[in-house]
């Protein structure tokens, strides 16, 4: 005869731990469609990939604390995206008849330069250089300024080479107005470096503005 089912206790499901990763597509601002990899930093439990898109880590036996989700594209989107990371606290369910905490976690992909951008997006485009040797800058952190508001928006890839796109911004009501033009900075951010601003720049909407080498000072 069969054993009988013996049902989990109810201190069981209170241990439950979940996590739930939303890779995402930061210019379209989309779940990622094509399947990537998706682990946690000191985890060893395989993330489950579900058919909306994200990828949940079910029933881990870890403690509360700072962990690190990591996103990898796969080997054909390589291309297109930086891998993506991102730093949360994980919460457990200390509370019986609470609801299943699932430490939602949204994880964006930076656009590479290879990334296959439409034909009206508005971008700059570059690469970065040490000032010293004009060697390429790897894995630099780019941040937008438009109208005094910055955001991440970008990296440099092996070669120095980045691209910045600009949000698309709200059509116009009136019948005789015309592209855009952004007026914009950009920061350029290497850990133990003083960050570098580069004069204001313009783009037009829809184009792409080609600063060519742009050289880090100080390295």
């Known amino acids: 005869m069969a054993a009988p089912l013996i049902p989990l206790a109810p201190d069981r499901l209170q241990r439950s ?9 930061f210019v379209t601002a989309r779940r ?15 993330a489950i990939a579900g058919l909306s898109g994200v990828y949940g880590f079910t029933d881990l ?3 509360a604390g700072l962990y690190t989700a990591r996103v990898e594209p796969a080997s054909a989107q390589r291309q297109a995206y930086f891998d993506g990371e991102r730093s949360f606290v994980l919460a457990t369910v200390p509370v019986p008849n609470q609801p299943l905490n699932r ?14 951008f439409g034909e009206l997006a508005t971008l700059a485009r570059g690469r970065l250089v040490r000032a010293s040797d ?14 005094a508001t910055a955001t991440l928006r970008g990296r440099t890839d092996e070669r120095g080479e980045f691209v910045v796109p ?6 116009e009501n009136t019948a005789a107005a015309g592209l855009k033009t952004f007026q914009f900075q950009l920061r350029f951010e290497i850990d133990g470096q003083p960050p570098f601003v ?22």
Do not use: H
Request: charged share 20%.
């Open 17 to 25: 731990v979940w996590v739930v990763i939303e890779p995402r597509d």
């Open 134 to 147: 004009a060697a390429p800058v790897a894995n630099a952190r780019i941040v937008l300024l438009v109208n």
């Open 103 to 116: 430490n939602f976690v949204t994880v964006d992909l930076l656009p590479r330069p290879g990334y296959p």
């Open 32 to 46: 990622m469609t094509t399947p990537v990899r998706v682990t946690l930093d000191g985890v060893t439990a395989r």
């Open 198 to 219: 580069i004069p204001q720049d313009t783009v037009k909407e829809g184009t792409t503005r080609s600063l060519g080498d742009v050289s880090f000072p100080g390295i």
């Open 166 to 171: 600009f949000l698309p911004s709200p059509p």
């Open 61 to 63: 036996d870890v403690a």
